[in-house]
């Protein structure tokens, strides 16, 4: 993902001169392209990020549209208050950027997990907050926040993920169904994209149908999307983030509201820090986030209701 | 030079250099009528920061006596000179400035504080004109700043950012990086303005957390730094009238050139009323209506 994002924001940093580029010391191997293109509207801040985010509130103040960049949670929680109060309480036209979202940087240890984030930045006034779930989300997604006017949070994963999209209109608020099927609904956002997809095609040898939607933009809340995934009446959220306040509480709010009677569970990290070292994958097993588990989940869950949509379990419950 | 052209006053341009626009007369009675504000609005809104705000009246007032090329009608060009307060608690002064040089009409100075009002306790950019940032969170104002000037470096404009700071606000790390930032980055085009007024919100400076030796440090920092008493009309509008467009301090030695400036302003918290001078207590406590008397007539006598 992070690839894609530079190369999105390559392309819209050529298209637009008022876009700057502002690193807290950080982007080895991947920043430098930008650095050589755009010299005049690159800065390495150094290691300051509350700094970085002034500057770059500052910066927008005077018409700018600039990228903060860092990684896991340094361009985020580190300066969590010159964002709300420089950037969001401006309305400045500010992107933060963190590369790492989750656990991708494992065995860095929670220093470099960015677990909390997605709960402590939604509540922000003002801040669209987007985590795509694979390359071509992250590309099209670093161009949408590029044109959006007005302050954006951008989660991204590390490098390598594998795609799930082979083409893609990407609109900021707007989820994306990746897979139908009517028996249960996986909503995942950022990079357990993948993970949400093949739990779905295991969840097929048990017959089930499961529809998966790409939740890529936390905030707004697409509710229309989670509307669509409640006819299934049974919904799953997945999400590498912490069980309190990401994704899950969202969509959660929206099925209370709706008075949402089905099966409803929030696939999340546990409200702790990782005990031990170990790869992304690792620790995403230790918490149930790989595929495999995720299928037992579900399939425990639904037990033997064997789910045909709302009907079944309208039926189950009369 | 987009001062000489935004000129109100009629000097005689010297040539190589920029005229003077900067009015001592003027600042004089702005200084009485922003200190006459503040006890008022203190008063009325029964709220903390007045000592504060009095310690910035001089500075604040020479700022908006031909300092800082803004007025009312440029109060939205690109070309203006941007002015942050970056102790926003000291907000009723720069209302009351701005008032006083018709941004907003006076009478709005009387909801201070109020239901409904944008005058908010601290300063607040929305729905008030003149108020480039919102601020009230201490250590934001100098970054924002350096974002500012940068712009201008970038985009080739002459305005100039200035940035007045708590001493207390000095202890913010933040502080330190925003000014790091500007000396890497020849910002000479922002000013950071200290209001020492060596009293922070538990005690003295020297008892909270000491800053001396203060000019030093802002120099160890590649800063071309001026102390300067802050309640000095004359002396104020000398220096800071003297920190050109992206120039330097003028009297300031050629090493001098590129730097971002420091101006260092020794002042008194609570200047000007008696029993608020050098009191903590005025960190907090709002004027009774006999307080208020007291202190207005020695504003309307001493000025």
Not at chain 2, 206 to 233: C, I
Not at chain 2, 278 to 291: F, I, K, V
């Amino acid at each position: 993902m992070r690839d894609a994002f530079f190369r999105g924001l390559l392309r819209a940093a050529a298209n637009d001169k008022r876009i700057f580029f502002l690193t807290a010391d950080l982007g080895f191997g991947a920043a430098e392209e930008f650095r050589q293109h755009f010299p005049e509207r690159f800065i390495n801040v150094g290691v300051a990020e509350q700094n970085m985010t002034g500057v770059a509130a500052g910066l927008a103040l005077a018409g700018k549209t600039v990228f903060t960049y860092s990684i896991a949670n340094f361009p985020t929680l580190r300066c969590l208050e010159q964002i709300r109060a420089d950037v969001c309480c401006h309305n400045a036209n500010v992107k933060i950027v963190a590369v790492g979202g989750g656990l991708a940087y494992g065995a860095l240890g929670p220093s470099h997990h960015a677990t909390e984030d997605l709960a402590v930045l939604r509540a922000l006034p003002h801040l669209t907050v987007v985590a795509p779930g694979d390359p071509l989300e992250a590309e099209q997604a670093t161009a949408a926040i590029a044109a959006h006017d007005g302050p954006c949070y951008l989660r991204l994963g590390r490098a390598g993920e594998p795609a799930v999209h082979h083409s893609l209109r990407f609109t900021l608020g707007r989820a994306v169904a990746v897979r139908r099927g009517g028996d249960v609904s996986l909503i995942a956002t950022g990079a357990m994209l993948p993970v949400a997809v093949q739990t779905a095609d295991q969840l097929l040898n048990d017959g089930i149908e499961a529809g998966v939607w790409s939740m890529h933009t936390l905030k707004p809340l697409d509710s229309e999307a989670v509307l669509q995934a409640a006819r299934s009446g049974a919904v799953f959220t997945v999400e590498e983030h912490s069980i309190i306040g990401g994704l899950g509480s969202a969509v959660a709010e929206v099925l209370a509201e709706a008075a949402f009677s089905g099966v409803f569970r929030r696939i999340a990290l546990p409200d702790r820090f990782a005990p031990c070292a170990g790869s992304a994958e690792y620790l995403r097993r230790l918490s149930g986030l790989d595929a495999g588990s995720i299928r037992e989940r579900i399939r425990g869950e639904i037990g033997s209701r064997r789910p045909k949509g709302v009907a079944v379990e309208a039926a189950a419950r009369g | 030079m987009m001062h000489a052209e935004a000129g109100t006053l009629n000097v005689p341009p010297v040539e190589g250099q920029t005229p003077s626009r900067f009015d001592a007369g003027a600042a004089r009675e702005l200084a009485r009528e922003i200190r006459a504000a503040v006890v008022s609005m203190t008063h009325r809104a029964g709220c903390s920061h007045a000592g504060s705000s009095l310690s910035a009246a001089d500075i604040l007032a020479v700022l908006y006596s031909g300092i800082l090329d803004v007025t009312p009608a440029t109060v939205d060009s690109p070309r203006r000179d941007r002015f942050i307060l970056s102790k926003g608690h000291a907000c009723a002064a720069l209302y009351a400035a701005l008032a006083g040089r018709g941004f907003f009409p006076k009478k709005l100075l009387d909801e201070f504080y109020q239901d409904g009002s944008p005058l908010m306790g601290h300063a607040t950019h929305k729905g008030v004109p003149g108020i480039e940032v919102s601020a009230g969170s201490l250590g934001h104002g100098l970054s924002i700043g350096c974002g500012l000037a940068l712009a201008a470096k970038r985009d080739a404009m002459a305005y100039r950012v200035f940035v007045l700071l708590s001493d207390g606000e000095c202890d913010e790390g933040s502080v330190w990086e925003a000014a790091l930032f500007a000396a890497h980055h020849a910002l000479d085009n922002l000013i950071a303005i200290v209001d020492y007024n060596k009293i922070q919100s538990l005690g003295t400076v020297d008892e909270v957390l000491r800053l001396e030796p203060f000019a030093e440090k802002w120099r160890a920092f590649g800063w071309s730094v001026t102390e300067v008493d802050g309640h000095n009309l004359g002396a104020l509008g000398e220096v800071l009238d003297a920190v050109d467009g992206c120039r330097r301090i003028v009297e300031a030695a050629a090493p001098e050139a590129g730097k971002p400036a420091c101006v260092v302003a020794h002042t008194v918290k609570g200047k000007g009323v008696s029993f608020m001078e050098n009191a903590l207590l005025w960190h907090y406590r709002a004027p009774d209506a006999a307080e208020l008397n007291r202190a207005l007539s020695e504003i309307g006598s001493s000025r």
